[in-house]
């Protein structure tokens, strides 16, 4: 069984910043029948407090437009998630709005169509949830040069439970993005430090975990990728796959590791004995 998180992805209460934001959703083709998963978490984020909204994907452009002029009158944060070609609408809307010169508080895209455009520089936020053997979407989305913000990239391939069709209908990532939602619209994180991109194939079998993107630490004198994991709560392969080694490789003091986080600095647990120098 993983770890759990350093923190713990549930829904937060709602508050009144954060009832300002707009979260505008996008379902993909014949969305009315294959993507009603973004109906329900639509449904899920205005029980939040967080002002959501649902639409197909094909009138993407009048709704960016839309959101222009809303913006300008009440420039609150902004958040685009869309399924399948709902998806590729999630990333050409933050496009829109980066030719106004507006920024987007967090995109997130699951299983987009594979056409869909790279991530745009005013995107604060993004993750990637797809499926990369799958025909309907498996768009995997990398960011433009340049990029600045936090990427994270998850593909459940492994996951033969998980197909396109019911990608978008996962309560437990419902959960976890409800909570970023309103954590970032209600006091927008502020990542100190270098922000490393997380890129990961989530083995069959580990619960899916979101965390938003890496960070640096240095190993200490007798440390192992598994001392880390229990320092940090995460599951060892989390470890294993982003810094490329095997569970039993050898760290050497000052090391430079990197480990998953949120986007609240993650919180450490008291240490074995074996991980003190």
Request: with cysteine.
């Amino acid at each position: 069984m993983p770890l759990a998180p350093a923190i713990t992805p549930t829904a937060a209460e709602p508050s009144s910043t954060a009832s300002r934001a707009r979260v505008y959703l996008f379902r993909g083709a014949l969305g009315p029948i294959f993507s009603r998963g973004m109906d329900h978490l639509t449904e899920k984020i205005q029980r939040a407090g967080v002002r959501a909204d649902v639409y197909e994907f094909t009138i993407c452009s009048f709704i960016a437009s839309a959101a222009i002029k809303d913006y300008r009158e009440d420039p609150a944060p902004i958040v685009l998630i869309g399924h399948s070609m709902g998806g590729r609408c999630a990333l050409l809307f933050a496009e829109t709005l980066q030719n106004e010169g507006f920024p987007v508080s967090l995109v997130v895209t699951i299983d987009p169509a594979r056409m869909s455009p790279d991530v745009p520089l005013n995107v604060e936020h993004f993750i990637n949830i797809f499926l990369s053997k799958d025909v309907l979407g498996g768009g995997d989305i990398k960011p433009k040069q340049g990029f600045r913000g936090s990427y994270a990239s998850y593909d459940l391939a492994q996951h033969d439970e998980v197909s396109h069709i019911t990608i978008d209908k996962m309560d437990a990532i419902h959960q976890q993005l409800i909570a970023k939602i309103v954590r970032l619209t209600a006091a927008p994180a502020k990542v100190e430090g270098e922000v490393i991109p997380l890129r990961y194939v989530v083995p069959a079998g580990e619960e899916i975990e979101l965390w938003d993107s890496g960070m640096a630490v240095t190993a200490r004198s007798r440390d192992t990728l598994q001392t880390l994991a229990l320092r940090y709560r995460l599951p060892q392969w989390s470890l294993t796959q982003i810094n490329q080694m095997p569970d039993d490789a050898p760290l050497t003091a000052g090391e430079r590791i990197i480990v998953p986080r949120y986007l609240t600095p993650l919180t450490t647990v008291s240490e074995p004995v074996s991980s003190r120098p």
